[in-house]
């Protein structure tokens, strides 16, 4: 009896012993490990050992504490672009050069406001340059602003309109650019400063002392006669016929949309909307030019 109870705890041991192997080699493949590249393509992921490329690296321990799965700043310094965190083998393997360091610790990751034409927007200065760049002008970047509600409120800083302002109690406006507008705000003479785009100071809806006149004038680098308001501002393309039109008085009209946009207009008593080298801005001289209906230039 006792020759066959050994045998029976013999095949017993070895029953457990195959149980606690066939479990261990189990929950070896399902415990994560951490694969430098799975198998289905992603970079530094915490998985199963069966999940990961051979050609990589593993290592038994979750990714954040490996080194080749070390996070940190991913820079494209062609395009400006900073990307993190992000691991040391994702940036190389995408063109990339990594710095171990937070994006906010990099100084060429360091963001301004970046203003492109009549856009706005958070960028990096070497972003803001390639930006410019591709549309042809120059580079306008203010470090300062790092806020992208700041930022937009820069949009159109080349637009022109009606600055409006109060100094020394009186309500009075220039005809700037959005950028010359906004500036003005920085100035302790002036309050109460806005900005209406496409609006000249002469529009009587803005309230201030600046009105319509008979007067003209040329402008250095442009060919066409201007009328003047009474502030001195610029206003539209001298047209004698819309001297008492209100609109014509309050919004800016182009170029291309002023009187006999098409023809030369040379010697015109009533239009100033000149076309060199057919015809340009000129002082009235006494027998020399003709008699503008108003106005010194023709």
């Given at each position: 009896?006792?020759?066959?109870?050994?045998?029976?705890?013999?095949?017993?041991?070895?029953?457990?012993?195959?149980?606690?192997?066939?479990?261990?080699?189990?929950?070896?493949?399902?415990?994560?490990?951490?694969?430098?590249?799975?198998?289905?393509?992603?970079?530094?992921?915490?998985?199963?050992?069966?999940?990961?490329?051979?050609?990589?690296?593993?290592?038994?321990?979750?990714?954040?504490?490996?080194?080749?799965?070390?996070?940190?700043?991913?820079?494209?310094?062609?395009?400006?672009?900073?990307?993190?965190?992000?691991?040391?083998?994702?940036?190389?393997?995408?063109?990339?050069?990594?710095?171990?360091?937070?994006?906010?610790?990099?100084?060429?990751?360091?963001?301004?406001?970046?203003?492109?034409?009549?856009?706005?927007?958070?960028?990096?200065?070497?972003?803001?340059?390639?930006?410019?760049?591709?549309?042809?002008?120059?580079?306008?970047?203010?470090?300062?602003?790092?806020?992208?509600?700041?930022?937009?409120?820069?949009?159109?800083?080349?637009?022109?309109?009606?600055?409006?302002?109060?100094?020394?109690?009186?309500?009075?406006?220039?005809?700037?650019?959005?950028?010359?507008?906004?500036?003005?705000?920085?100035?302790?003479?002036?309050?109460?400063?806005?900005?209406?785009?496409?609006?000249?100071?002469?529009?009587?809806?803005?309230?201030?002392?600046?009105?319509?006149?008979?007067?003209?004038?040329c402008v250095p680098g442009q060919d066409e006669v201007y009328f003047v308001d009474s502030c001195g501002n610029l206003a539209n393309v001298y047209d004698f016929n819309?001297?008492k039109d209100k609109d014509y008085w309050s919004k800016i009209v182009s170029k291309e949309d002023s009187c006999n946009a098409i023809g030369n207009n040379a010697n015109?008593?009533?239009?100033?909307?000149?076309?060199?080298?057919?015809?340009?801005?000129?002082?009235?001289?006494?027998?020399?030019?003709?008699?503008?209906?108003?106005?010194?230039?023709?």
């Amino acid at each position: 009896m006792r020759k066959r109870i050994i045998p029976l705890i013999f095949l017993t041991s070895i029953l457990i012993l195959t149980l606690i192997l066939f479990s261990m080699s189990f929950v070896s493949a399902e415990s994560n490990v951490c694969c430098e590249k799975l198998k289905t393509g992603q970079f530094c992921q915490n998985a199963p050992i069966v999940e990961c490329d051979t050609s990589f690296e593993t290592a038994p321990t979750s990714c954040e504490s490996t080194n080749f799965c070390s996070v940190g700043t991913c820079i494209d310094s062609q395009e400006g672009l900073c990307e993190g965190p992000i691991s040391k083998n994702v940036c190389n393997n995408g063109g990339g050069v990594w710095d171990p360091r937070a994006a906010t610790e990099v100084p060429q990751c360091n963001e301004g406001c970046c203003i492109v034409g009549d856009g706005a927007f958070i960028a990096t200065q070497t972003r803001c340059k390639k930006m410019a760049s591709d549309y042809g002008t120059q580079t306008n970047f203010n470090p300062s602003i790092t806020s992208e509600v700041q930022c937009s409120a820069n949009a159109g800083g080349d637009i022109k309109g009606a600055c409006t302002f109060e100094k020394e109690s009186a309500k009075t406006c220039k005809l700037l650019t959005k950028t010359e507008c906004n500036s003005m705000k920085g100035d302790s003479q002036n309050s109460n400063v806005d900005f209406f785009e496409g609006i000249l100071c002469s529009d009587e809806t803005l309230g201030t002392n600046c009105g319509p006149t008979e007067e003209t004038t040329c402008v250095p680098g442009q060919d066409e006669v201007y009328f003047v308001d009474s502030c001195g501002n610029l206003a539209n393309v001298y047209d004698f016929n819309k001297i008492k039109d209100k609109d014509y008085w309050s919004k800016i009209v182009s170029k291309e949309d002023s009187c006999n946009a098409i023809g030369n207009n040379a010697n015109s008593l009533s239009c100033g909307n000149c076309n060199y080298p057919l015809s340009t801005c000129l002082a009235y001289k006494r027998g020399e030019t003709s008699v503008p209906n108003v106005g010194n230039y023709i």
